[in-house]
């Protein structure tokens, strides 16, 4: 723990003095431009690997980057969401999946998780990618691993979707969505492309959207 608090202090000794106008800016008010949903594995960094600044980032963190869908009884996570779209306004929302995730092994190891009913039971709003994966064929335990992280980030957008905030700004064409695969060991990110439904280079493919809303013509 001291290194946490050594850390602290050499914020305020360096980097908050470096940000000084910044902080006094944000005092007060804030208006990040993106709700950015990923794992709370300790190697997944938003701030750090998209390069961003207090202010920039409204993030939701949890095991398996998950969203439940909408229900009778909406918990924090869909609260988050409708907080970010309904009063941040925020212009696009990013789910991160990313490489060697644990709560994607145990589902894609089937291991057992009944010493850990809370998981289990979170684990559940994965289950379209479960089903999804499982009838597919995969060459490797990594392979199948891999394409469960990636069927993961499509059924969370699916999820997504139901929220009646990020519908109504589909609707509105004032909102985009974005599926993406953090790898942790080189560092590169692929994208799910909503034309072809298949992930590919970001850095290839910069502009690569999940779901580009367009202005809806009844509005
Ligand atoms: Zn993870």
Redesign the pocket.
Known sequence: MQNIIDGFLKFQREAFPQRSALFKQLASTQSPGTLFI????SR?VPELLTQQEPGDLFVIRN???IVPSYGPEPGGVSATVEYAVAVLGVSDIVIC??S?????TAISTCKCLEHLPAVANWLRHAESAKVINAARHHASAADHLDAL?RDNVIAQLANLKTHPSVALALEQGRLNLHGWVYDIESGAIAALDGNSQRFVSLAEHPHTCALASQPSSAA
Do not use: I, R
């Open positions: 990923t794992c709370s594995d997944v095991a398996g980057n999946g990313h060697d995730c644990g709560a994607m992280v």
